[in-house]
């Protein structure tokens, strides 16, 4: 299956930590140059809503992310491929990706995302119910609640889904992430997430969007330039944090309780 991994022209060590995995991982793949949200007119309503300004932390960099997916989902289309793979940049891949995203790929339709990586406060809850059976003792799930499954770290999409997102995804409204949102406003026919979850983030490199991990306000602004110069027993310190937080977000519950909301539209 065929990759698209988003990274920043700016962001050369990222760049040079995927592309090791890449390698690592043996994938096909090409680096699609990510929209930069510092040079996006936040302004201009044809492009982003005056609404998502208002509710959105870091409205720029979380506008930068999703006009990028919004620019790998249209070179989907134009490359012609029925699925398709992407990948952001600051995550570690597990060596079989490659055979697992084909082994994930007969098994999607219609309008439809697998989530490879999940960002989520609480344990995830994954149904057994109508799970598929995948390489390496992993399931193919519907998560019990919609709204708790975020990240678009790495995540296979068909090409109907691609082409509804393009018709309806401007302005841009909600994060690049939103697919309870996307869900319910028709754009996707159904979600599934790969449990044990096969791609983690790494703690190893910042967010380019905002310093989530640092936390907010005055802590954050005085850490920041530490961080970005990488002071290293300060930097190995807060690598190990983000390593923390990102291991408790990304665990994943498979559970028989009944659906909050049922995330599919198809049998």
């Given at each position: 299956m065929h990759a698209y991994v988003v990274n920043l022209a700016r962001s050369l060590d990222r760049r040079a930590?995927?592309?090791a995995e890449l390698r690592k991982a043996n994938l096909d793949y090409e680096i699609v140059t990510a929209v930069d949200g510092r040079l996006v007119d936040m302004h201009d309503t044809s492009t982003i809503d005056p609404?998502?300004?208002a509710t959105v932390p870091f409205p720029d960099g979380t506008a930068g992310c999703a006009l990028s997916h919004l620019s790998i989902y249209k070179k989907i289309i134009e490359d012609g491929l029925d699925t398709a793979l992407i990948l952001e940049d600051d995550i570690v891949l597990p060596a079989d990706l490659g055979s697992l995203a084909d082994a994930v790929a007969p098994h999607l339709t219609g309008a439809e995302a697998a989530l490879l990586s999940v960002d989520c406060p609480d344990p995830c809850k994954m149904s057994r119910e109508g799970s598929v059976k995948l390489p390496s003792?992993?399931?193919l799930a519907l998560p019990i609640d919609i709204s708790q499954p975020r990240s678009t770290a790495a995540y296979i999409i068909t090409r109907e889904a691609c082409e509804r997102m393009v018709k309806s995804l401007l302005p841009v409204r909600v994060q690049a992430d939103a697919w309870w949102f996307f869900y319910r406003e028709g754009l996707l026919d159904r979600i599934?997430?790969?449990a044990p979850l096969p791609v983690l983030k790494t703690g190893e490199l910042t967010s380019t969007i905002g310093f989530y991990s640092l936390g907010s306000g005055t802590r954050a602004r005085l850490l920041e330039p530490l961080v970005r110069?990488?002071?290293p027993i300060?930097?190995?310190a807060l690598s190990r944090r983000r390593q923390?937080?990102?291991r408790q977000w990304s665990r994943v519950e498979l559970v028989d309780t009944p659906f909050v909301e049922m995330p599919s539209r198809l049998e």
């Open positions: 930590h995927i592309t609404s998502f300004i003792e992993r399931l599934r997430c790969v110069h990488k002071i300060l930097h190995q923390r937080i990102l």
